[in-house]
């Protein structure tokens, strides 16, 4: 077993305002975020019209305890200074709408996590990571629905698949349905299943993923792109159990566990009204958030070896030397676990019998090069500047100059408007900036957002 210090048994507590029945006017602030606001599933509902629905949520970490406006209306105040994402080490007054908040810490205590450094087949040693071993190995045995965050590549998939295979569904599917690729317009049918002829391009009879599911789990992926008025429908499905297809007229039972998965801030888009509230705490009984692979670096030796043993050779990381897990550890790791995987393994089909695997080579390129590549006298890479250079020098003076006319072609593109670059690189918009300021083009983006 290994040791980890978090300040829980925290409290905040209502002292000038009304709370709303049954709700207690204080609640403990622990490792599981709590939300603070008037939508009744809150876990203190203020009885405030100034106060969001969802309004700010705080959890207590090794930093201490997280405060985070979640986009209300009117702010979360600190004395006369809002505030958007702070940490809490003292005793502080809050106030949110009309209403005041009282914080009282606790004393950090040492709670004890599992020695174990994999859960089904993910592998860790960072703390923050066998904090969330804990929690998955607790809840796969229920059947809570959990919802899954955290940015693109983080492996949400890969933790939904081990919840599954940890649970007593094990044996039965396990159907993922991808939201974010579904036609607005056929959101329901292909949520729900539709009957022949239900409408114009039905020619056969479609079942639902939640009849392929049933006795197992259902994986709601980019939960976030699903259209609001197929949102109440899905909100039906997961209170009663039951579905209709499109065109159908009989309801048909289903038994199936829910795990869903987002890279956006759903509470937040609660509060835009992108997303309906009852349906995010009904989905979000059980919140895990995966923390970025720059967050968690020294991971970065376990998951290496557990690639390559994925790969059919785990006595290939003997091959990893120092140097490369060093360098490893500088990169910024905009496509987190995801990019990692496919660096090891274009390293490892690379590496001949006996050579290093030099993972680090092989990162750098998150899209594809244009098609006309690097060209003689072009602005991409000279070939004829690289004769007599080692391979892996030679290869990352190229990928550098591609970072750097990607990235600046698509600044042209989207007129500096970060947002819109981070849309059509598919990346999250800190990691265009940071490529931005490295290659020197970051400040007239910045400024022009």
Known sequence: MIDATVASRNRVEVRGGKVRTPSSDWVEIGPDPIVIGRNQACALMIDDGKVSAVHVE???????????????????????????????????????????LQFEPARPERITLSAAPQFGPLV????????????????????????ITGETGTGKELVAQALHLASARAKKPFVVVDCGSIPPTLAEATLFGHERGAFTGAVDKRLSPFVEADGGTIFLDELGELPVDVQPKLLRALAERRIKSVGGSNYREVDVRVIAATRRDLVRAVNTGAFRSDLYFRVAQVKIELPALRQRLEDLPVLVKRML???GDESAYERVSNTTLERLARHDWPGNVRELRNAVAVAFALAGEGEEIDVAAHLGALTEAPAAGPS????????????????QDAKR??????????????????????SEMARRAGMERAHVRAYLRRHGIGAKQDAQE
């Not at 979640?70 to 702070?86: A, C, E, H, K």
Request: net charge positive; aromatic share 8%; glycine share 10%.
């Open 58 to 100: 705080m959890v207590a970490t090794e930093q201490g305890v997280r405060l985070r406006d979640l986009g209300s209306r009117n702010g979360t105040f600190v004395g006369s200074v809002r505030v958007n994402d702070v940490y809490l080490l003292q005793a502080t007054k809050l106030r949110i709408g009309d209403t005041e």
């Open 124 to 147: 860790a040693q960072s703390p923050t990571m066998r904090a969330i071993f804990d929690r998955l190995a607790k809840i796969s045995p229920t059947d809570l629905t959990v919802l």
């Open 309 to 311: 043993k994925d790969l």
């Open 376 to 391: 003689i006298g072009g602005s991409g890479a000279s070939f004829g500047t690289l004769k007599g250079r080692q391979f």
């Open 397 to 418: 003076d190229v990928l550098t100059r591609f970072e750097r006319d990607y990235f600046a072609a698509l600044a042209e593109e989207a007129k500096g408007n970060v």
